[in-house]
């Protein structure tokens, strides 16, 4: 049995149709394993489409809607990837304004994958060293972030991995970061 280290923390994952399958399955599981509340958040009711790579996966049953989230209800947020997942969310209002309703109170935020796309249109990545599937490295470079090509990324509680491969270390340290919590803008010590 894991260790129970996230007893009593709330995590949202945001998330809507089109999002890679294991970017989503494997942190739940592993957030619920650390003893949280995991909720998927989504701007649908109902149930979402998930793709393993460019075929359609499982449907994903959706606890929140976004309209009726707020940031201040988590401990934490996750992102999973997929193109057209954070694609259409970075295209919605509401899903860039619970982003970074997180990003400006310090909460610990863990984006794999095509993830981050919603962290720059929130504006939260700027001074950011992170990781992303190698396309972003120019969209997040030019919003300010240092795109590193690495298994796991952490600053300041930002935890980014590049894609499912990743996903081992990205959870450890999704984990970590979550059962810290809040952060301060101090780099991390050795970063």
Not at 48 to 62: F, N, P
Request: hydrophobic fraction near 40%.
């Amino acid at each position: 049995m894991a260790e129970q280290t996230l007893n009593g923390r709330r995590v949202a994952v945001l998330a809507t149709d089109g999002f890679e399958q294991s970017e989503l399955e494997k942190p739940v599981e592993a957030l619920k394993a650390a003893g949280a509340t995991v909720e998927v958040v989504s701007p649908t009711s109902g149930e979402i489409q998930g793709m393993e790579h460019d075929q359609k996966g499982r449907m994903a049953s959706v606890d929140t809607e976004l309209k009726n989230a707020s940031a201040g209800d988590y401990d934490a947020l996750v992102l999973p990837g997929g193109v057209a997942n954070p694609d259409a969310l970075r295209l919605e209002p509401e899903a860039i304004a619970f982003v970074r309703s997180f990003a400006e109170a310090n909460k610990p935020i863990a984006a794999i994958c095509h993830g981050p796309w919603t962290l720059i249109n929130a504006e939260a990545v700027e001074g950011k060293t992170m990781t992303s599937w190698p396309s972003l490295e120019v969209d997040l470079t030019n919003a300010g972030a240092e795109w590193v090509d690495r298994e796991v990324v952490v600053d300041r509680g930002l935890v980014t991995s590049r894609k499912p491969d990743d996903l081992p270390a990205f959870c450890a340290r999704m984990i970590e970061e979550f059962a810290e919590g809040r952060h301060g803008d101090a780099p991390e010590p050795g970063a």
